[in-house]
């Protein structure tokens, strides 16, 4: 086994892993493989070791160690965003409880992420024993329970006679439903050979799945007798067209409509923003520029794949009429009060229906007729404190097709959103959960899978507080992210809901804290922006002479410079939040 397998591998080779008979780590590692996992992130505990030497011994897998699980979690949940899917894997109870929150997320944005925990020896199942690492209880179940309600299927494999069906199970149908899974393998377990384990395991396949023809007719029909009897029909793009695998359908879809593109936030990345129809975001009254009023005055709206959320509808504040709306969900398409047809996929929709359009650019002519360009910020006079509208100006001319952005939850949210994405950049933020801390394990998770893009990451001081470690990890894997972090003294997007004394933070030397953790080991440049004279400085030397490193550049920002799309969304999340209790 070579030892450049494992993320800071040590001299000593793993444990020696028997090649007569597959084994159920064996098999486990290969099932990984197959399905396109290639980096693992993981937290070694006593439960767990003996796994992970099976899983180090498979050629093609790459073992990652993260700092802690809560990181490995995200990291497989980024890796997922960019590669279809991710694995992680931790310990028993103390591990499993962790990476919870993590898992909860990938849940919540649909992503398929394997959750691997080294669980007790098998023979102390049905014992009244107490083990290290639980709550000081005989029933060792806590961890399946709570990983029961954030997961699509849980396998607890503590014999050798079912594993193999089970483990199969669980990732066929992680990668069937686009959620994770939870799958807990005792620790005595992977070394030991079994008949069912056949040393080179059958290629993984899911059968195709495909519409109810009858059903499908029907909903391409009553949706193109509606489109096509409009007069300013619009499209609005929503996040569940990665789950659906339907970005080629959409795209086929909006070519014969001529209608315009919006997308709503949470779908930014999915959508080429460089198409002559795309016209910006859909987020009611924190929309793009003129996109909310063409979207709110069409007479037809398709939304593909969008969540109606409190954040995504602005505190439930959408100007968005039923009789007007036809929804497209992954397996569903819902025609305003009229029907609702189910097993009709998007992609087989979107493609019908494309073929039933007359093509009507009648909102986008309206849409380029009202269309004013932004402003673009004053300049500063020298050294005068930097701006964030400047900083983001900046930015958009520094992004390109080799590119992905990674925006925290906070106002990176609404700053990123105004970002037109050059083609080919990537996009990802976690819209549904919103955890802070989350982007940190995510860029390193991006950067494992999608070697060809140079991640650029916006973290808020507050986020980066609560998973700063795992910058170590990207330094040991060689990564090359821009991160940007903007201090500005707490948690903004909190104090533009509800302010007090618990949204300020105790400030950091967040360039010295990276420094520290870079050790002289491995490629890291720091420093710290106040001006848009140094933030030029600091990006041409991140783009240029430090291009191979991890680029970490503090941003000082004053604590009240924020987007007025913040200011306007978190007075309606506000007021939604504190609605009183209905009428008893």
């Known amino acids: 086994m070579e030892p450049n397998n494992v993320v800071g591998a040590a001299a000593q080779p793993p444990t020696t892993v028997s090649s007569s008979c597959g ?10 493989s197959q ?33 802690n699980e809560l990181n490995a979690g995200y990291a497989a949940d980024g890796y997922a965003r960019a590669k279809g899917v991710g694995a992680c894997v931790v310990t028993f109870t103390v591990g499993g409880l962790s990476v919870l929150n993590a898992i909860a997320g990938a849940y919540s944005e649909s992503l398929p992420v394997i959750c691997i925990v080294g669980g007790p020896n098998s023979n102390d199942y049905g ?28 396998a607890v494999v503590n014999n050798l006679e079912d594993a193999h069906e ?44 495909s519409s109810n023809q009858l059903g499908l007719e029907a909903a391409v029909e009553e949706t193109a007798k509606l489109l096509n009897k409009s007069v300013k029909p619009v499209i609005v793009a929503g996040c569940k067209l990665r789950v659906a695998k339907a970005q080629k359908a959409f795209m086929e879809f909006a070519n014969a409509s001529g209608y315009p593109i919006a997308i709503m936030p949470s779908a930014k990345g999915l959508v080429p923003e460089h198409h002559p129809n795309f016209i910006g975001t859909y987020w009611g ?21 969008p969540i109606f959320n409190d954040y995504s509808s602005v505190g439930y504040s959408l100007l968005i009429k039923k009789e007007k709306l036809i929804t497209v969900q992954p397996n569903r398409v819902t025609i305003g009060h009229g029907p609702s047809l189910g097993w009709v996929f998007m992609a087989d929709f979107l493609s019908a229906l494309a073929k039933k ?47 992905a952005v990674i925006a925290e939850t906070g106002d990176s949210w609404f700053n990123c959103q105004k970002l037109r994405l050059p083609e080919n950049c990537g996009y990802e ?16 998770g991006y950067g494992q899978a999608a070697k060809d893009k140079r991640v650029i990451a916006f973290i808020g001081d507050g986020s980066f507080q609560v998973t700063a470690q795992d910058i170590s990890t990207m330094i040991r894997c060689g990564q090359n ?53 140094e933030l030029v400085e600091a990006i041409e030397t991140a783009t240029g002479a430090q291009k191979e490193s991890l680029c970490f550049i503090e941003i000082f920002a004053h604590k009240d410079d924020t987007s007025k799309e913040l200011l306007e969304w978190g007075s309606r999340v506000s007021a939604a939040n504190s609605r009183p209790p209905n009428p008893q």
């Open 357 to 403: 359009l007359k093509k009507n650019s009648t909102a986008l002519e309206n849409y380029n007729r009202i269309f004013v360009p932004s402003g673009v910020p004053l300049k500063y006079e020298k050294d005068e404190p930097l701006r964030v509208n400047i900083l983001f100006k900046h930015i958009q001319e520094m992004l390109s097709g080799e590119n």
């Open 35 to 67: 399905i396109g996992v290639k980096d693992v992130f993981s937290v070694p505990g006593d439960f767990n070791l003996t796994l992970l030497d099976h899983l180090i011994a498979e050629p093609s897998l790459n073992l990652v160690g993260c700092c």
């Open 127 to 154: 014992t009244n024993r107490i083990l290290h690492h639980t709550i000081g209880l005989p029933d060792f179940t806590q961890e399946l329970q709570c990983f029961r309600t954030v997961t699509c299927a849980q």
């Open 429 to 444: 933020f976690q819209m549904q959960y919103g955890s802070i801390g989350w982007s940190v394990g995510a860029t390193l």
């Open 481 to 533: 992210p821009i991160i940007f972090l903007i201090n500005n003294g707490g948690y903004t997007i909190e104090v533009e809901i509800h302010d007090g004394p618990y949204n300020v933070i105790k400030n950091w030397d967040y360039t010295g804290l990276v420094n520290a953790i870079h050790n002289g080991e491995g490629k890291c440049w720091t420093c710290k922006v106040r001006t848009e004279e």
């Open 285 to 305: 009254a924190v929309s793009t520029s003129f996109v909310g009023e063409i979207v709110e005055s069409a007479d037809a709206y398709i939304f593909v794949g």
């Open 166 to 209: 089970q483990i199969d199970s669980a990732i066929s149908t992680a990668l069937k439903e686009s959620k994770p899974v939870y799958i807990s393998i005792s620790c005595n377990l992977p070394g030991i050979p079994h008949p069912t384990f056949s040393r080179e395991p059958v290629p993984f396949f899911l059968p195709p799945i």
């Open 23 to 32: 084994t159920l780590g064996c098999h486990l590692a290969r099932r990984l």
